[in-house]
Nanobody
Framework: QARLVESGGGLVQPGGSLRLSCAAS????????IGWFRQAPGKGREGIAC????????YHVPSVKGRFTIARDNAKNTVYLEMNSLKPEDTAVYYC??????????????????WGQGTQVTVSS
């Protein structure tokens, strides 16, 4: 069973950058499809990036593609979300999640079995 802990959130100005970390214990992260989700106030939780356990392929939704990058460091058993050119609409609680399913990537919350506690990202001047 994977236990996930996110870190790296905070307050940043528009155009700034942050790197979120998702550290795992209890399991090896490269055994799972890992997704980053976010939930803005009053909105549902949306998947924004995934990394495959099969070959490390990455997937990003159009709203973050070119600005955010998901990556995995197997030696540290950690998945990162590098966020650049941040916008106020990126303000949300960000979660990482791990899926037991055997495919490459998933976008729905119900497809993930383990979740971190979330980290707040606020983009404001």
């Amino acid at each position: 069973q994977a236990r996930l802990v996110e870190s790296g959130g905070g307050l940043v100005q528009p155009g700034g950058s942050l790197r979120l970390s998702c550290a795992a214990s209890g399991s090896t992260l490269d055994d799972y499809a890992i997704g980053w989700f976010r939930q803005a106030p009053g909105k549902g939780r949306e998947g924004i990036a995934c990394i495959s356990p099969i070959d490390g392929s990455t997937y990003h939704v159009p709203s973050v593609k070119g600005r955010f990058t998901i990556a995995r460091d197997n030696a540290k058993n950690t998945v990162y979300l590098e966020m650049n050119s941040l916008k106020p609409e990126d303000t949300a609680v960000y979660y990482c999640a791990a899926s037991n399913y055997s495919g490459s990537y998933y976008w729905q919350t119900y497809e993930y079995h383990y979740w971190g506690q979330g980290t707040q990202v606020t983009v404001s001047s």
